[in-house]
């Protein structure tokens, strides 16, 4: 399992979210 750091997981969430509620509309 890859280590991640703080920074790089507040990065990507936010691009996840995004995704998932652009896969929704």
Same mark, same amino acid.
């Given at each position: 399992?890859?280590? /991640? /750091? +703080?920074?790089e $997981? !507040?990065? $990507?969430?936010? +691009?996840? @979210?995004?995704? @998932?509620? /652009? !896969? @929704? !509309?």
């Amino acid at each position: 399992m890859p280590r /991640t /750091t +703080l920074n790089e $997981v !507040l990065e $990507v969430t936010p +691009l996840q @979210a995004s995704e @998932a509620s /652009t !896969l @929704a !509309l």
